[in-house]
């Protein structure tokens, strides 16, 4: 709501601008500022000293005459809109002074510039002859009524205090009134300005805020190197309040400045490096310009040891960002019962605290199962750390583990570095390659899980943790215990929960399945892989699991872009000679060669059984969807319609 002011000379007048602002309220002109709602009040005055305190609540004031002028005067930051006073005004006044001015003299016309405006233009159409004065102030009022008297008018036209006046001195008056049209007009005026006022006003704000917000401190200069504008940051780096520094020519409060190399005045001056009150400080500059006419600068001051600081935090937190768990049980695609019962298994395990152990050769995705345990418990929201207890050597794992202090190593961090177990603090962490730990590491981890707390390198204090491990290993760790290359204690600390995972080898109705996630993981268009690739793919040996089989699809989504992929394109990839034959591809008892029985050759015996583990596959999705066609579908990567054929062709 935008509240607007109305000054009138008396009551009746004011009466009159309310009835017209309810009207011009009411009336849609579909401008602009007719967005905004506005209210008036309305306040008596005659004279702008009868407003001795003129601190309104309000954002545009509308008055007439020399109280304008003299509100103007009075306070700058509140626009004042002046009523004109139309042609039409002053021809209404000059006929009623006409019909009164019987003594035939020049009829006195009184008032401000704006007033008068087009008078003599006027009488002159009318016939009338008049005499105009401008009244500078209300100051002048009695000598320039006395002044119209000793002219010989008799008749004076006028405002309020004028008329009266003269009135006083036995001269006939008419007060020169605002006629409707002349209130309108200042109502449109007041609205205008005053919506442009409250646009002006939020851009100050957001300005403002944007500015006080700023790390930077930030100073606008005028031409004369004068202070305009001083940020809440610049306040704490020359420890000014910035009430104090409208109008200070900038040598006063940073002299140093005075002494910089600066551009020329029309291009930006690069960073510069000073010190100032015992900071070092990094100066930027920028010509301020309006029209392209160069009215100031702009000056940007950073503190630099807050710039190292923030660089500091900033690396931590990038860092802490890093240790995220990315996938869930939901990336983990598979109908087999192998897969869906460990996947159980790890979502019964993921709502306890305890430590687990994944066992799984390499590739069967044994890290995709403990991002998944950790994103499906309560630590969700920690973080997830994960190393290979392989991939450093003794000495840098231990500092990576448990971290050091400060001095440990020459060429240390300043202050020390956290181990990847604080890193972990109210999260994960996930010890891949557990085996590879040397034995000496392995006592100091048993003593982080049994104690739950960690001491850094060269230092005596112990950090308490609240961490939930989870380690993996690729080879049987109780045949190490036995070599003497694992310690027993740290076995059992460990295996509290086991899960083993299936080689791809014992998973292989997943196998088209995962070969269509990984073809539209690639997001190659028209890139698909017919169905006797897929079963071919199905019957190879896949000692490297799921990671071997994800770079043949890479292999063969690189050497045929934009195209199906067929058998052919399998075999000269993945040579025929070094599959090995199907398990079932020998005749078995039952079907021994017999007039009611005979033989199949090799390409029917592999169709039958390509047949039977369709079948399956179609069986255990139906089961694993509890029957729906629809989820079945989804569960195979296939539309509904496909799977009605497939069922219909296999008798099902």
């Not at 002109?29 to 309000?58: C, G, H, M, W």
């Not at 699991?545 to 043949?552: A, D, F, H, K, V």
């Amino acid at each position: 709501m935008i509240k607007m002011l109305y000054i009138a000379p008396f009551q009746k007048m004011a009466d009159d601008f309310i009835h017209v602002f309810e009207q011009h309220n009411r009336i849609s002109l579909k401008a602009e500022y007719e967005v905004e709602q506005y209210s008036l009040e309305t306040v008596i005055a005659r004279i702008p000293e009868d407003l001795p305190d003129f601190n309104f609540n309000v954002e545009v004031v509308i008055s007439r005459g020399l109280v304008s002028s003299g509100l103007r005067k009075q306070n700058v930051y509140i626009p004042v809109v002046e009523i004109p006073v139309a042609a039409n005004d002053i021809l209404r006044a000059l006929h009623k002074a006409r019909e009164i001015n019987t003594e035939n003299g020049p009829i006195a016309v009184t008032g401000s510039p704006n007033m008068i405006m087009g008078a003599d233009e006027i009488a002159s159409i009318l016939g009338v002859r008049i005499n105009t004065y401008v009244i500078p102030s209300d100051k002048d009022i009695p000598q320039v009524v006395e002044k119209a008297r000793s002219d010989g008018s008799t008749t004076l036209i006028g405002g309020i205090r004028t008329t009266l006046l003269a009135k006083a001195l036995g001269m006939k008056e008419i007060f020169l009134e605002s006629g409707r049209e002349s209130l309108w007009h200042s109502i449109t005026e007041a609205k205008r300005l005053a919506y442009l006022m409250r646009r002006e006003e939020e851009k100050t704000a957001r300005l403002n805020t944007i500015l006080n917000h700023s790390d930077d401190a930030i100073l606008v200069l005028n031409k004369k190197n004068r202070l305009s504008l001083f940020n809440k940051s610049a306040e704490r780096i020359f420890n000014l309040p910035a009430k104090n520094t409208h109008g200070l020519p900038i040598s006063s409060i940073f002299p140093e400045y005075m002494n910089l190399e600066t551009s020329p005045e029309n291009s930006e001056q690069e960073a510069v490096v000073t010190r100032h009150n015992g900071l070092t400080l990094n100066i930027s500059e920028s010509p301020l310009k309006v029209h392209n006419e160069i009215i100031g600068k702009l000056l940007t001051v950073q503190d630099i040891s807050k710039i190292q600081s923030l660089e500091q935090r900033i690396r931590e937190k990038l860092h802490q960002r890093g240790h995220v768990a990315k996938h869930c049980f939901d990336d983990i695609k598979g109908v087999s019962n192998s897969i869906r019962d460990r996947i159980q298994t790890a979502i019964e395990y993921s709502r306890t605290d305890s430590t687990i152990m994944i066992i799984g050769k390499t590739g069967t995705g044994k890290e995709l199962f403990a991002q998944s345990i950790h994103n499906e418990s309560q630590r969700q929201h920690g973080p997830f750390i994960a190393l290979n207890c392989a991939a450093l050597p003794e000495n840098l794992l231990e500092s990576e583990l448990f971290g050091y202090a400060e001095g440990t190593f020459t060429g240390g961090l300043k202050g020390g570095k956290p181990g990847l177990f604080e890193l972990a603090h109210q999260g994960t962490i996930f010890l891949d390659e557990i085996s590879e730990l040397p034995l000496q590491l392995q006592a100091k981890l048993l003593r982080v899980l049994q104690e739950k707390e960690v001491r850094r390198l060269g230092h005596d204090k112990v950090i308490p943790l609240n961490v939930r491990v989870i380690t993996a290993a690729n080879i049987n760790l109780l045949d190490q215990v036995q070599k003497g290359l694992f310690r027993e204690d740290l076995y059992y600390r460990l295996n509290i929960l086991e899960l083993t995972l299936p080689d791809l080898n014992e998973r292989r109705e997943d196998i088209p399945i995962l070969t269509r996630g990984i073809f539209e993981s690639f997001d190659i268009p028209n890139q698909m892989i017919t169905e006797d690739a897929l079963e071919y793919l199905k019957w190879r040996n896949w000692p490297g699991n799921i990671r071997q089989l994800r770079n043949i699809c890479e292999r063969l989504s690189v050497l045929n872009k934009n195209k199906t992929i067929d058998l052919a394109a399998v075999q000269k990839v993945l040579p025929f000679e070094h599959t090995p034959p199907p398990p079932q591809a020998s005749v078995s008892p039952q079907t021994h060669p017999s007039p009611e029985h005979p033989a199949l050759n090799p390409q029917e015996e592999l169709l039958k059984q390509k047949e039977e583990y369709e079948r399956q596959e179609i069986l255990e999705a139906l089961k694993l969807a509890g029957f729906n066609r629809g989820k079945a579908a989804e569960i195979l990567g296939v539309s509904r319609a496909t799977l009605w054929r497939r069922m219909k062709g296999l008798g099902l």
